[in-house]
């Protein structure tokens, strides 16, 4: 199975600030990553799909990157919603495969 | 609206059974793969499997290959989760997607406890 690593696992920021979460696979999976966002006791939610592609109605101060082995995901300007848990998934292979999570707290 | 409600979770003894169901609605139902994802209490996303929108392809994830049976009635716009043999660790919260290779609609999700 292709792991997926993400880091740091949890991050303190200031409403304002500029956050990346890394997530790096196993193997090359070229832009088949995916960035979730998960509030506590909710569901995840699609943010970016095929590492960079903004999904509608996400704000353009989510960004992702990335190709190959290493990708991110930038936040430019947090808001107070963005204090969440984040996630990458590969899907170049089955069986999909999540990072671990990144709690990002206020 | 894409709207996607699971069901049918609750508390279970080990070695026990217990199936889920995802009614769709808000978009065609018979277009789209679907998956089956949990969520450990405090833990990350666990991808479980998926079906295609004629159920002529199906994959599990091998933590539940033989145990989980992926189904679907397209009629009725619903996903099922057969879960046998049930263990401790298969306690989470199991959520529908809408899918494909993106997991863009998700449910609510359904809290399944196996405990004796």
């Known amino acids: 199975d292709i792991q997926m690593t993400q880091s740091p696992s949890s991050l303190s920021a200031f409403v304002g600030d500029s956050v990346t979460i890394t997530c790096q696979a196993s193997q090359d999976i070229f832009s088949y990553v995916n960035w979730y966002q998960q509030n506590l006791g909710r569901a995840p939610k699609l943010l970016i799909s095929?590492?960079?592609k903004l999904e509608t109605g996400v704000p353009s101060r989510f960004k992702g990157s990335g190709s190959g082995t290493d990708f991110s995901l930038t936040i430019s300007g947090l808001q107070p919603e963005d204090f969440a848990t984040y996630y990458c998934q590969q899907y170049d292979k089955l069986p999909y495969t999540f990072g671990q999570g990144t709690k990002l707290e206020i | 609206q894409v709207q996607l409600v699971e069901s049918g979770g609750g508390l279970v003894k080990p070695g026990g059974s217990l199936r889920l169901s995802c009614t769709a609605s808000?978009?065609?139902?018979?277009?789209?793969?679907m998956s089956w994802i949990r969520q450990a209490p405090g833990k990350g996303l666990e991808w479980l499997s998926y079906i295609s929108g004629s159920a002529d392809t199906i994959y599990y994830a091998d933590s539940v290959k033989g145990r989980f049976t992926i189904s679907r009635d397209n009629a009725k716009n619903s996903l099922y989760l057969q879960m046998d043999s049930l263990r401790v660790e298969d306690t989470a919260a199991y959520y529908c997607?809408?899918?494909?290779?993106?997991?863009?609609?998700w449910g609510q999700g359904t809290l399944v406890t196996v405990s004796s």
């Open positions: 997607a809408r899918s494909g290779d993106v997991f863009d609609y």
């Open positions: 095929d590492a960079s």
């Open positions: 808000g978009f065609t139902f018979s277009d789209y793969y």
